[in-house]
Nanobody, 117 residues
Framework: QVQLVESGGGLVQPGGSLRLSCAASGIVGSIYTMRWYRQAPGKQRELVAAKTSGGSTNYADSVKGRFTISRDNTKNTVYLQMNSLKPEDTAVYYC???????????WGQGTQVTVSS
């Protein structure tokens, strides 16, 4: 069974940093694109960052220069380093993986990030 478990969320002051982790089990990480999404109350879920199996990355304009996505296929884990956090970054952050051949998608349960003083 495929399971994705996010961790690392919490309460942080504006300007602070958090590092999110998503540990995936039941997959071969080298054949999956890995992504981070977020969803704030009353808003649609949005793509934050993505990293392909080949190593290319892309980011939402709102987080460019502040967030960094990375992955470790030996651990089947994807990370999101979040710096210079703003109140508008407050959301539930979700891990997402997609099989690059059959395009099956799996989601984690999410981890809450709250940026507030």
């Amino acid at each position: 069974q495929v399971q994705l478990v996010e961790s690392g969320g919490g309460l942080v002051q504006p300007g602070g940093s958090l590092r999110l982790s998503c540990a995936a089990s039941g997959i071969v990480g080298s054949i999956y694109t890995m992504r981070w999404y977020r969803q704030a109350p009353g808003k649609q879920r949005e793509l934050v960052a993505a990293k392909t199996s080949g190593g290319s990355t892309n980011y939402a304009d709102s987080v460019k220069g502040r967030f960094t996505i990375s992955r470790d296929n030996t651990k089947n884990t994807v990370y999101l380093q979040m710096n210079s956090l703003k109140p508008e970054d407050t959301a539930v952050y979700y891990c997402n993986v997609e099989h690059i051949i059959i395009h099956k998608i799996y989601w984690g349960q999410g981890t809450q990030v709250t940026v507030s003083s």
